[in-house]
């Protein structure tokens, strides 16, 4: 019997192992390199002012995020592009090769790391924190799973009791995912920070949106389609939970991470230059290529635009 923390880890390492992004889900990136240029806008306003600023990206996927950013400073922000260290925390090897391979035009550029490294700039992720294992709990009783069944039994670990009674997560008939991973990497992402901001996007809640989703959130993916019994369903397959915003801004205060920013991803996007730019070529444009570019912007504005936020921490001393 395991903890269904301990099967979510393992199903996601698995996962990763050996899965390309985009052949069961796709992310934004994956969708159109608006995103990467709209992202690039926003990490320029946080990094202008540094002499040497780095981004590190938490969990790199195919590697097209960093592609589109990169790109973007280059030929946008030539001033800063220069002085600018980008960084990639990975722990797939079989999406790091796809990483280098898809990065080659940037060698210099752009390193590989799988530990986090001490950095002034902006440490940040789309569709990171997601990946991370949830402890599943309901009415004082945690998840577990043992061969292909689902089991309540004790709490595993008492940082569970803690949060819970922190955040104020009383209802009895409510099943709740407790992330201890997500609140370890936001400590870590706190003290690896000399100087900057960490900025998360992912699909997610805060706590007063938290009555939409009674049976919790934790979702397998395979093949674009949702996986009905995670716990029978033969692996490899992708398995997500929402991010709670309201633990990362609550548990931001306590490791020094001040929030600054925290809005729906629409909004994020509309309010870059290159994104509205973007959208305004594409929507004049008779060409059959551009015509489906403007149909995925239209697709990551409307279907991602309110699912997803954006969180901007900036590191304070704590
Ligand atoms: C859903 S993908 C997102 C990829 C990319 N950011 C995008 O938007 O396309 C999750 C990424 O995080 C990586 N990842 C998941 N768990 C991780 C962990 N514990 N440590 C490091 N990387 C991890 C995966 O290998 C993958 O690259």
Partial sequence: MKSFKDFMKERVKEYYSSTKIGR???????LDRAFGMALSDHLYQLIHDMSSPALLELGGGN????????????????????????????????????????????EGKVFWTCELIPLEGVIFSNEFFDCLPVHVVKDGKELYVDNGKELWGPISDERISLFLERMNYKDKNHVIEVCLECLDFLK???????????????????????HRYVEGTVVGYKSHKVVKDIVKEAPPFDITVMVNFSAVVEYGKEVGLKTVYLNNLRDFLISSPSFLEELERLSLSQDSEDIERLSRLKTMLVSMGDRFKVLVQEKVSS
């Fill in 63 to 106: 590697g097209s995020l960093a592609y589109d950013i990169l790109s973007t400073f280059k030929s946008k922000y030539p001033n800063i592009y220069p002085h600018l260290t980008y960084y990639i925390y990975e722990s797939s090897p079989y999406l790091l090769a796809l990483q280098k391979e898809r990065l080659k035009e940037f």
């Fill in 24 to 30: 069961d889900f796709f992310t934004a990136p994956e």
């Fill in 188 to 210: 870590a992402i706190s003290q690896h920070l000399l100087k900057g901001y960490h900025l998360l996007i992912d699909y997610g809640y805060t706590s007063n949106e938290m």
